[in-house]
Nanobody
Framework: EVQLQASGGGLVQPGGSLRLSCQAS????????IGWFRQGPGKEREAVSC????????GYVDSVKGRFTISSDGANNIFYLQMNSLKPEDTALYFC??????????????????WGQGTLVTVSS
């Protein structure tokens, strides 16, 4: 059974940084993708970023390009989302998700493989 455990959320001031982690387990194959969704207060869910486990290719939505970086520690199956230059509009519950490829994740489709619990990020002074 695939399990995804997200952590690292918290309260940060505008312009600050946070790093989210997603511990993935239960995969019996290597060709999958891990991504992040977020849902802010009163907003719809949106995709944030994705990384392919097999080739390391990454993708980002426009609103976070240049500020967020997704990466992986392949040996330990931990996936990170480094968030810099945070803005109040980045405030949201962040979820890590898994699918077979990045494309459906970045399009915001329901993930086919797994969905972890959320970790709350609050950007406020």
């Amino acid at each position: 059974e695939v399990q995804l455990q997200a952590s690292g959320g918290g309260l940060v001031q505008p312009g600050g940084s946070l790093r989210l982690s997603c511990q993935a387990s239960g995969f019996t194959w290597d060709d999958y993708a891990i991504g992040w969704f977020r849902q802010g207060p009163g907003k719809e869910r949106e995709a944030v970023s994705c990384i392919s486990r097999s080739d390391g290719s990454t993708g980002y939505v426009d609103s976070v390009k240049g500020r967020f970086t997704i990466s992986s520690d392949g040996a330990n199956n931990i996936f990170y989302l480094q968030m810099n230059s945070l803005k109040p509009e980045d405030t949201a519950l962040y979820f890590c998700v898994a699918d077979f490829r990045c494309d459906p994740i970045l399009r915001g489709l329901d993930p086919l493989v797994g969905w972890g619990q959320g970790t709350l990020v609050t950007v406020s002074s």
